[in-house]
């Protein structure tokens, strides 16, 4: 029953810490919805829409400028894309990173606990 209960616990805490970690994640640059995205999306639907109404509607710009422009536009948003999930990409390296190091720490430390217990049963 003692065992269940730490057991328990034990579950319990470790799914505090995913939570923690899925927050911070989302912090940095897991979360695809952060405001600054949402602003750099507005902002380039808007000038998209702003140059199509000017240059198809009004016909102040010529056809293929307009298109030319539209286009160089959504290449903006490619590269946004692609900025952020470099920045995605270099947090999830890091976290890996340190997570192997840690491993590692703790290996060393295994392999030491098991040459220590095993030269006190040899003596």
């Keep these: 029953m003692r065992d269940e209960k730490a ?4 579950i319990e805490e470790f799914r505090k810490e995913k939570q923690r970690i899925k927050d911070i994640v989302g912090e940095i640059g897991g979360n695809s919805e952060k405001r600054q995205n949402k ?7 808007a000038i998209m829409i702003v140059v199509l109404i000017v240059g ?13 422009v ?5 290449i903006f948003k490619i590269i946004w894309i ?5 920045r995605i990409n270099h947090f999830q390296f ?4 340190s997570l192997e190091f840690r491993i590692n720490e703790i290996h060393k430390k295994v392999k030491k606990i098991e040459k220590d217990i ?5 003596n």
Excluded: F, H, R, S
């Design 7 to 10: 057991l328990i616990e034990e």
């Design 39 to 45: 602003i750099v999306n507005m902002l380039l639907l």
């Design 56 to 68: 198809v509607a009004l016909q102040k710009i010529d056809l293929v400028t307009t298109l030319e």
């Design 70 to 74: 539209a286009i160089l536009i959504g």
């Design 82 to 86: 692609l900025y952020e999930n470099q």
């Design 94 to 97: 890091w976290i890996l990173n």
């Design 118 to 122: 095993n030269e006190k049963e040899c």
